[in-house]
């Protein structure tokens, strides 16, 4: 079960890109608060075939989104790409742990 969030790339690239996938990013661990997952992908035209359990190990070969956030439980590995949500803009790889308090 998941869902696409569909955005118009004018209305992307019209705005200030880096502040688009920030607030992005930060709807996604909002909603982990209360309604965890497994995984969230983040990018530009973008085709997802991979299984849950493969997900991480197909980052650390590709690196290809520019987003992806992996649900652990009681915190979040958020990975960043070699570029932002428009496909062009660079942004720098890496990654990121957020501990996220879960409602009840």
Do not use: N
């Not at 969230?40 to 075939?49: C, Q």
């Not at 997900?55 to 989104?65: D, G, P, T």
Request: glycine share 6%; net charge negative.
């Amino acid at each position: 079960m998941g869902f696409v969030l569909y955005l118009k790339w004018t209305e992307v690239v019209s705005h200030d890109v880096v502040r688009i996938q920030q607030e992005i990013v930060q709807c996604l661990v909002e909603l982990y608060h209360t309604l965890t997952f497994e995984y969230a992908f983040i990018g530009h035209e973008m085709e997802v075939e991979i299984h849950p359990d493969d997900v991480e190990m197909s980052l650390q070969k590709h690196q290809a989104f520019p987003v992806v956030l992996i649900g652990k439980g009681d915190y979040l590995v958020v990975f960043y790409g070699d570029t932002l949500i428009d496909g062009l803009t660079t942004q720098e790889r890496g990654k990121k742990y957020l501990k996220v308090k879960r409602e009840q």
